[in-house]
């Protein structure tokens, strides 16, 4: 069993919708969590990070939930330019985080 | 300020050949961690350096090592390529909060 594991997708969003997905995680020892975006044949870049008393950032809601160890993301009015891969992320310790395969997310006209 | 830069950006190999790939940190960041991303896969975990000290080690076996020099650059080595070592090599510089990746360097084996 993958420590970190997201449904792969793709979820087909029409532009204006809005999209929800989760990622559950088994390391109990993991301290942190956050949300990476990646673009095709790029980098990770952070999105957000996820708190358990839930966060928002714009249009984006993250919201940590320990006790059934899983981790979601809401993006609200989509736009084209939010289709990429969202990638579910637990730190371990500053310096070693685990990924979960990734989310992939199409925004469609 | 820079961000985490790395060389070189595409690499192209042979089997049984050896790489080697560096990564330079963001300024004042003393961590180094270094991730192999194939394709369709999130990037999995490969060494942590801190302060030239290796912290953490992933799954991955002897063929690859890495080290982390005075000024907190570091270089990830890989002997005896194989066909499955062709994939996206992301390092990432550790600050308080977060890992911030540099752009990759994307190894080929052919």
């Known amino acids: 069993r993958k420590e970190v594991e997201q449904d792969p997708g793709p979820f087909n969003v029409p532009e204006g919708a809005t999209v929800a997905f989760n990622c559950t995680y088994s390391n109990s020892a993991s301290q942190s969590f956050f949300w990476y975006r990646q673009d095709c044949r790029k980098e990770p870049k952070l999105l957000m990070s996820v708190y358990s008393s839930g966060n928002e950032d714009g249009r984006f809601t993250a919201q940590l939930n320990r006790a059934s160890q899983y981790i979601s993301l809401l993006i609200r009015d989509s736009k084209l330019s939010d289709s990429a891969t969202y990638l579910c992320v637990g730190q371990i310790y500053e310096g070693k985080f685990q990924f979960g395969a990734g989310t992939q997310v199409v925004v469609t006209p | 300020d820079a961000g985490v830069t790395q060389s070189p950006t595409h690499l192209i190999k042979t089997r049984g050949q050896h790489v080697t790939l560096r990564c330079s940190p963001i300024?004042?960041?003393?961590?180094v961690s270094w991730y192999q991303q194939v394709l369709g896969q999130g990037p999995q975990f490969i060494f942590q350096?801190?302060?030239?000290?290796?912290?953490g080690r992933g799954n991955f076996p002897d063929r690859f090592s890495a080290r982390q020099f005075p000024n907190y650059s570091s270089e990830l080595n890989v002997n005896a390529l194989l066909l499955g070592d062709s994939a996206l090599y992301l390092c990432?510089?550790?600050?308080?909060?977060?890992?911030?990746f540099g752009p990759g360097t994307r190894l080929l084996v052919l």
């Open positions: 350096y801190y302060e030239k000290e290796e912290r």
């Open positions: 300024s004042g960041h003393k961590s």
């Open positions: 990432a510089s550790s600050g308080k909060e977060t890992q911030y």
